[in-house]
């Protein structure tokens, strides 16, 4: 993860141009509440893997996102 996007691997395919929206947990600095982000992109990149990797792999698509924009969501 950075300031601009994400690089995630995945079960399925994600046509590259798709909006996406995705949870991001981040742990607490100090013994608190972990941080949880709700955020929106765009996917830039799906690269499969080399048929011999996808054979034995269980997420076999390495998919870049963009970060557009995020919320902050709040605990209960």
Do not use: H, W
């Amino acid at each position: 993860m950075s300031s601009g996007g994400v690089l995630f691997t995945s079960e399925a395919e994600m046509p590259v141009g798709d909006s996406i929206e995705y949870l991001v947990t981040l742990p607490s600095a100090m013994a608190g509440n972990p941080v949880r982000l709700r955020c929106m992109g765009k996917v830039i990149r799906n690269q499969g893997m080399q048929s011999t990797e996808a054979a034995t792999a269980r997420r076999p698509y390495t998919v870049a996102a963009t970060l557009e924009r995020y919320e902050f969501i709040r605990g209960k």
